[in-house]
């Protein structure tokens, strides 16, 4: 019993973050999985669509639109990974980091009000559990 409490508590948690990222991504004028896909990218490392994928739970025609919809912004680009000219990565531009830190940004702050709840003590338990439970 315990342990579906558990179960839908981390669930309800989630669908509010979850949520909060879908208003944010929406004042950009984009879907949450854009703004995932911003935010899972890193600067200077291209992913291959693959891995992009997965890390964001799409399949691939959904992975295409929401690049397409990226790069026409100019946030996105597709290059040739340049150990093999097979695959296709997906890296992250200027304009996509300034768009990416400044919803990374706004979600935060919205989720801080959430977070005060806890005493410093309880969030530093709360990272390590999040820590344990993700690897």
């Known amino acids: 019993m315990i342990q579906n409490t558990t179960y839908w508590l981390m669930g309800a948690a989630l669908s509010t973050v979850r949520g909060r990222v879908a208003q944010v991504a929406n004042s950009y004028d984009m879907t949450d999985k854009q703004a995932e896909v911003l935010c899972v990218l890193l600067p200077g490392r291209p992913q291959s669509i693959r891995i992009l994928r997965d890390q964001v739970a799409c ?3 959904s992975a295409t639109g929401i ?3 990226l790069e026409k912004r100019g946030l996105v680009e597709r290059l040739r990974d340049p150990e ?3 695959i296709r990565t997906v890296g992250i531009t200027p304009a996509g980091l300034t768009v990416r ?3 990374m940004h706004e979600v935060v702050q919205a989720q801080s009000d959430q977070l005060q709840k806890l005493s410093v003590r309880e969030v530093e338990n709360l990272k390590k559990l999040l820590r344990k439970i993700g690897s």
């Open 101 to 103: 830190s400044a919803l």
């Open 59 to 61: 399949d691939a025609s």
């Open 67 to 69: 690049l397409d919809r």
């Open 84 to 86: 093999d000219r097979r």
